[in-house]
């Protein structure tokens, strides 16, 4: 430091001359040029403003050089204390920075030196600034404090009198693994034999101590082992969670974590409890059915939404679907076969038919279309179906059955059916680009005990069961789990629509079976589908409808009350039945059918109402009616299916119901059948 002071000296005699000089030549000036005075005194106030700043830097320069000559001294005292301890020691001056410390500080935290102790601090605190605040307000009170840095070490901060050095000297810092015997335990304790899983882990977050049904459970040897190598999924380190634990700065709490081992996925919840001398005592249990749970619920509540979704999509575009077809009738019955225009009209009916089975897919998906199930042998629809199905799979693909002889029956709407078992064989022929064999097998399947199909579950009980086998290139796990979501495919754009299986999925979840799917790449893959088993006895019980005669139109003079709130298709139903010589009464909503109804001289025979309606709906506003005029028919009309109004409530007499899209002649053959009924009760 003296060398630096020298220095400054001599640099000091060299400037001064210069600095002066604007003065000498003020002077030389005034003397000169008297007469020009100001040009002088320019020249010696500027020299006199260059001398005082210059002045006023070197007296600063002197006082930070002093300082610095204090700190060096100051430092220079503490320095054998820091070197001597036996642990962990540092020196900062009173802004924070790290002056010196020692080889055990180094060992431990590495090179502090340059750096500011908010970095350590913000090692394990989440906000250093207000720590280091804290540290200081109580530092200048007390002089000497108690502060913990995290990584296991408490230190003694001190102040020393007139100094801005800090000396910094672990008194509390653990060296080793090895825990105290209060916390091992001895030899004779129960640690080992308790039934609960138990490890102890230090504040970094290794394992010093397991006992037997935590080796069990974990695998292995756990000794010495971090336990963030054998469990992750936490969402941040788990050394930290155990270190903010074994510190007291959060409490520990239990997690559900996932077990890094070869094999199926297992999951354990760990619940960290602070013990005794800073340790972490952890209780584990088995989780790995909870997570089960947790996947299927959530896949539950995910088909549900889309379930939804859809079926709240395709109730509305069935409405609109009804007001185009019934409007597309509406014209081709004024024009002849011949007409020009008639091919036309044919067309748009063909292609609203293509949309309506579309939106059926989706109804069927979220399992609100209408079905009608029957007792049947399923050897009887799939022999029904082989010749179409045979066209479907092409030339290049076998197709074969395998039938069992004693196959029980089951309960199921035969239409759906047949398209689930279409769409899994042209399924499975897509994945067969270069041809190859498809096996369609039945048998009686009887589970004693529930079965579990991937993370579904199967109870027990007598089922039929419908497998579906193809030799194509398989499915991947990652895609195995999505197949039955709608619009999901793995098909280029433009060559699937994503509702083949989807609507599988629905038709047989709707029947109250069950389907599943085994697949692995390049080997192929096979359906399982899983119906209720019933007796062929209950196939006698059930006897076929009777076929009522419908009544010619001319005989039947009736009043029908329309109620729709679908503008267009109020429009196309109230022309359809007056075609057909029906005086109709149209309403937009419940309230307005019952203010007409309120005219006791108004005879109505027949409601055609629509279910779901802004305000009072279809079936609460008909009963309402019925209590004044029981003897009314009643027509429900819906895109949803045919249950959705009776569900929970009890069922409107003698209604019939309509499912939307309806053609011109589905609506007025029904009401012409309802009046029919009612002439023949009279």
Known sequence: MSSERTESLRSARIVLPFLTLPMVIGALWLAIYPHWREGGLVLISAGAVIMAWYLLAGILSARHIGRALVAKRDLDDVLPAIHQHEQPAMATDAAGLILAQNQEALDRFGDLVGCRIHEVLGRSHADPERMWSDLTIRLSRRGRIRADLGNGCEYTVTRRTRSEIRLWQAVACERSVTPPPAVLGSDHDDFDSLPVALIVLDPTGNIIRAN?????????????????????GLGREIGDWVSDVCAGRTVGGS???????????????????RARGD????????????????AQFVQSQKMQAIGQLAGGIAHDFNNLLTAITGHCDLLMLRHDKADPDYADLDQISQNANRAAALVRQLLAFSRKQTLKPQIMDLRDTLSDLTHLLNRL???????????????RMIRADR??????????????????????DINISTDNVRLETKAEFGRAILPAGDYVRVQVRDQGCGIAPDDLVKIFEPFFTTKRVGESTGLGLSTAYGIVKQTGGYIFCDSMLGEGSSFSLFFPAHDRHELEKTSPPVVVPIRPLRELEATVLLVEDEAPVRSFASRALKLQGFKVLEAACAEDALSLLADERLIVDVFVTDVVMPGMDGPAWVRTALRDRPDTKVIFMSGYTEDIFSEGRPPVPDAAFLAKPFSLSDLTALVTRQLGDQRRDE
């Open 415 to 436: 239409r759906q059916l047949e398209q689930v078992i279409m769409n899994l064989v042209v399924n499975a022929r897509d994945a067969m680009p270069d041809g190859g």
């Open 393 to 407: 799979v092409g030339e290049r693909v076998v197709l074969t059955f395998d039938h069992d002889p004693a196959l």
């Open 279 to 294: 340790y972490v005592t952890a209780v584990l249990s088995d989780a790995s059915a909870l997570k089960t749970l947790e």
């Open 212 to 232: 037997a049904a935590a080796r069990n459970l974990l695998g292995g040897q756990l000794l010495g082992q971090k336990l963030s190598i054998l469990l992750d």
């Open 255 to 273: 997690e559900v974590l996932h077990v890094k081992a070869d094999g199926p996925d297992r999951f354990v919840q760990l619940t960290l409890t």
